[in-house]
């Protein structure tokens, strides 16, 4: 298709402002998706979206659209995530069009993701088309809402739509042919094309997810991916809708995926720039600036033996997350595993889950924290991401924690409440603004530690769930810090270890023993479970031993039953990992993560 | 073939707040239409090729059928299979609902073994179990022992505020001519009103240590007394043990008429449908196969609650290989739990206290 009847734009929004749904009208309205088909929050394709309900992966679907005029016209969408830890998706999204589809849920108003992806799309030189959305619900607030989005973009024209009855759609998709410019590349130009996304179909290879600036690709071409200096031959290219569709070509201007028959993983670089072997583009694309994982854990398998298939799981998985980052790493006491970096504590719940679910490695994760720096006493500066590398602290001179800049959107009603929750989490106000009369923007400096354990949820409940969280990483500050170790059976469990305040090192510690108390079960001997700072312990807790493990009565009716008891007890056993003599069952392990599980 | 048969009576009076057996309350006809099926279960099944040299009735309160109906049962036993003439016939019985005459026409039916559930003979436990009891069960067992050759007692411990005492006085009261007990622990059965009332808060249970001291306190008196443990719940003065039970224990194979009753028959495991499906249809049986492996996970399960164990050649009998051999990494493992000599294996006492633990290590 001519490039002047193309238009490329990514769906932005907080979360929960309706992205997904809207999306769903396009679909129908362009009769992409005919109605036996669709569901709800179509472009939500992975299981894990559907059961919570968030989006977490982008998606394209492209769709046909006969406007007012008469014209055809190619159109192009990428859903993206609300979520803050999912931001890189949007990033790589908006990178990939020409405009922007700001979302705003009228009964919410602008939040702080909103702000944030107002900026990416900014950043990215995009044409912001701005809706209304959920104005079917009688709490929606249009007024409001049109002077937020007018006060920050200053702009005037607004389409107030509900995605929910289709109110509004039509006005949408012509504002969208009339003022997202059309891509402008070169169409007979040398190959120019942006990889923005991959994953790995165990039958047809990599599937390599791109958008064309230049040129055009089609199966038999011999393309290079400039960075990784790889040679292919393409096999096949398509698009999406937002199944795979095969097709003879993909064009400047369009956004599409390429099957080459790749095997090796390392070849396909989210990024990088994909030309024609024989005529390469002399400008590459930038590519990204990748995000640096802010939340650190350790993940292992819970049988030893998964270690390389955990291994390779990783591997394929951060073709289609490719903010994820890993490296081997031992603990003393669950053996071999990866140390992974994460961009929030959801990204770390969804790795571990995609992994369980769509590599069937059962997995256990160590307590998330940050990445401090020290200085020492002979001077060096190191960086630790692991509790237990800490080293002692009589040779440390100086411990420095990430700070990160937070954006709390808010009404200004709860303002003392928050204000107070951060105070309480060491943070530092910069500022506070008013978005509009009663709503307050508020800046705060906080330690990046704080914040990844239940700082949301408390966030929400302190503000009748109104308020809304953004961060990005400031800076690095000193600070009074000390490492608590737990004791099994006065064995120190490394994977157990963290980094605190010296004032919250009391409580934590005894939250966790009480935790682990609750959530290890009682075994043949009796197990003493202990906090301690150094050598000092600060708190202390027994699991009893198991009197007697026995079925009292078992008769000829009881066998098949019994057995089968005997069988689960074995199943259980293969989830519980064993540290020296004691078991931990996988859930212990997932309780100390305290995941901070709603929504930014 | 020589084999156990168990009949299933799935009637009680009452139900206890605790049971989660398959029993249920019902009236004199539709126990009357019951016997009528059992019977049918019985023929429809005839196998003139099997002895049948243990007989278990139990429930629910087969105390409850009518001394014809038992004797009818028995017949038609006879009829269909051989019955041994020797055979051990256990009649499980609440003492609530019989009489010394009863007994005597059970006796007269060819009941030769009773086993009857006292749980406790203290008042106040009873009725914290939510359990009838209208009279005192004392002079009904004496009469029990007076007809019968063999009476064993059900007795319970860990039943919320029972103690050394409640049980001393259980002890006081039981006749010198009761040659078996069978001593459970209370279980709490998700779902029954017992479980209801502990997670309500209205009872609570006792500590594990508290019942551990009990035990020991009991295991104690009755060896002094002369039983021997012969399983983890059963104990036995000489040549009291229950024969029928033994056949379990040695994983013999077993017939099971009623409803609900489970057979186990050359690597087969038939269950038959439980009230009212029963009395409909005709199949009504669920088939379970026995793989080897489960064969011999269920084999050691079994076995190992025998305090004795059992001979290695019995295993190899059956599996040909030696059983040390076959789960060489798993006695290694646990050896600590056995006692294994040449000829036989056994758990120790404490390995006994955490058979389930140690038997879930056999599964492959
Ligand atoms: N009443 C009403 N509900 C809506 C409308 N649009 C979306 N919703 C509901 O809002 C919730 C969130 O919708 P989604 O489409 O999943 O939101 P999203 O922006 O894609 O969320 P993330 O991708 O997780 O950031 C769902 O329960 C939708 O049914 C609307 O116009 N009216
Ligand atoms: S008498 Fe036995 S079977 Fe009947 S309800 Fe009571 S415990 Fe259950
Ligand atoms: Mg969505």
């Known amino acids: 298709m001519k490039q002047k009847m193309i238009r490329n734009f990514g769906i932005i929004a907080h979360i929960d402002h309706g992205k997904s749904t809207l999306a769903d009208r396009l679909l129908e309205i362009t009769h992409t998706v005919s109605s036996r088909e669709m569901t709800d929050q179509h472009l939500d394709t992975l299981d894990l979206e559907q059961e919570r309900g968030i989006t977490i992966k982008l998606q394209p679907a492209r769709m046909h659209y006969t406007s007012k005029s008469g014209q055809v016209y190619n159109l192009n969408l990428i859903d993206t995530p609300g979520h803050v830890d999912f931001t890189y998706e949007v990033s790589r999204s908006l990178a990939a069009c020409e405009g922007a589809l700001l979302v705003v849920d009228a009964t919410q108003g602008i939040e702080a993701q909103t702000m944030a992806n107002i900026y990416l799309a900014l950043e990215n030189n995009l044409k912001i088309v701005s809706v209304i959305n959920k104005i079917d619900l009688p709490s929606a607030d249009i007024e409001k809402t049109k002077k937020e989005i007018e006060s920050i973009l200053g702009q005037t024209t607004i389409f107030p739509v509900s995605a929910k009855t289709g109110e509004g759609i039509i006005e949408v998709l012509e504002a969208i042919v009339n003022e997202v410019p059309a891509p402008t590349g070169l169409a007979d130009g040398p190959l120019k094309a942006l990889i923005f996304d991959s994953y790995f179909d165990s039958y047809r290879g990599i599937v390599v997810m791109i958008r064309v600036f230049d040129g055009l690709v089609k199966p038999g071409m011999k393309i290079r991916f400039m960075k990784s200096g790889a040679i292919y031959e393409v096999t096949e290219v398509g698009y999406f809708t937002p199944k795979k569709i095969k097709s003879n070509i993909i064009n400047a201007g369009e956004v599409g995926y390429i099957l080459a028959n790749i095997k090796t993983i390392g070849d396909i670089r989210i990024g990088d720039t994909v030309t024609e072997f024989s005529r390469e583009t002399t400008t590459p694309l930038l590519g990204y600036k990748e995000p640096k994982p802010m939340v650190f854990s350790g993940l292992y398998p819970i049988d030893g033996d998964d270690y390389p298939l955990l291994r390779e799981a990783l591997e394929k998985l951060k073709l289609n997350d490719s903010s994820l980052y890993f490296e081997p790493e031992t603990s003393k006491a669950l053996g071999f595993g990866f140390r992974c970096g994460f961009l929030g504590l959801l990204h770390l719940e969804i790795v571990k889950e995609r992994l369980t679910r769509e590599y069937n490695v059962t997995l256990i994760a160590t307590i998330p924290g940050v990445v401090y720096q020290l200085t020492m006493v002979n001077g060096d500066i190191v960086t630790v991401d692991n509790p237990s590398k800490f080293p002692d602290r009589g040779k440390i001179s100086l411990i420095e924690e990430p700070m990160v800049k937070a954006t709390i959107i808010l009404p200004s009603d709860y303002v003392g409440a928050i204000m107070d929750l951060c105070n309480k989490r060491r943070g530092r106000i910069i500022n506070m603004e008013y978005l509009a009369e009663s709503r307050v923007l508020l800046y705060y400096f906080l330690p990046l530690n704080e914040i990844l354990v239940d700082f949301f949820n408390q966030l929400k409940a302190l503000s009748k769930g109104y308020a809304s969280l953004d961060y990005e990483f400031a800076n690095y500050e000193a600070a009074e810090l000390v490492k608590v170790d737990i004791l099994l059976n006065a064995e120190p469990v490394d994977a157990f270890s963290f980094i605190t305040h010296k004032d919250n090192a009391y409580y934590k510690g005894r939250d966790l023993t009480s935790k682990l108390k609750q959530m290890i079960p009682r075994q043949m001997f009796e197990i003493p479970i202990q906090a301690s700072i150094g050598s000092k312990v600060i708190s202390r807790e027994t699991i009893s031993a198991l009197r007697k493990n026995v079925l009292a009565k078992c008769y000829g009716g009881d066998i098949s039953r019994k057995r089968k008891l005997l069988e689960k007890q074995k199943e259980g056993k293969k989830r519980m990992k064993s540290v020296g003599r004691v078991e931990i069952p996988e859930e212990a392990f997932l309780s100390i993560l305290m995941l901070d599980n709603d929504k930014a | ?364």
């Open chain 2, 1 to 364: 073939m020589t084999v156990g048969a168990y009949l299933h009576i799935p009637f009680c009076d009452s139900k206890c707040d605790y049971c989660d057996f398959y029993s249920i309350v019902a009236g004199k006809k539709e126990r009357d239409a019951y016997v009528q099926y059992l019977l049918g279960d019985i023929k429809k099944r005839t196998d003139k090729q099997t002895t049948i040299d243990t007989v278990f009735i139990g429930g629910g309160n087969p105390g409850l059928l009518l001394p014809q109906q038992l004797e009818g049962i028995l017949e038609a036993l006879d009829e269909h299979y051989l019955l041994d003439e020797k055979a051990e016939i256990t009649l499980e019985c609440n003492p609530e609902s019989v009489n010394e005459a009863t007994l005597r026409a059970f006796r007269q039916a060819g009941i030769n073994r009773l086993s009857l559930g006292v749980q406790s003979f203290n008042e106040s436990l009873i009725q914290t179990l939510g359990r009838q009891r209208s009279n005192p069960p004392d002079e009904l067992i004496a009469a029990a022992v007076s007809i019968f050759p063999r009476v064993s007692l059900d007795l319970m411990i860990g039943i919320p505020a029972q103690t050394r005492q409640t049980l001393q006085d259980d002890l006081n009261r039981i006749p010198k001519g009761i040659g078996h007990l069978s001593v459970y622990d209370l279980t709490l059965y998700p779902e029954t009103r017992f479980a209801h009332r502990v997670e309500s808060g209205a009872v609570r249970l006792n500590s594990d240590e508290e019942n551990e001291e009990m035990e020991a306190f009991l295991i104690e008196q009755l060896h002094a007394e002369g039983f021997v443990q012969y399983e983890v719940s059963n104990y036995a003065k000489p040549d009291q043990a229950s024969r029928h039970n033994l056949h379990y224990w040695h994983y013999d194979d077993y017939r099971g008429f009623g409803a609900g009753a489970v057979s186990s028959w050359k690597g087969v495991r038939y269950t038959q449908a439980k009230l009212p499906a029963c009395l409909l249809g005709e199949n009504c049986e669920q088939q379970e196969i026995l793989s080897e492996a489960t064969q011999k996970l269920e084999w050691l399960m079994m076995n190992l609650r025998l305090t004795n164990g059992f001979e290695r050649q019995r295993f190899q009998e059956r599996f040909g290989l030696d059983v040390i051999e076959d789960f060489s990494k798993e006695f290694d493992e646990l050896a600590q739990w056995f006692v294994i000599t040449p000829r036989q294996i056994a758990l120790t006492p404490k390995g006994s206290r955490f058979h389930h633990t140690v038997l879930s290590a056999f599964v492959r």
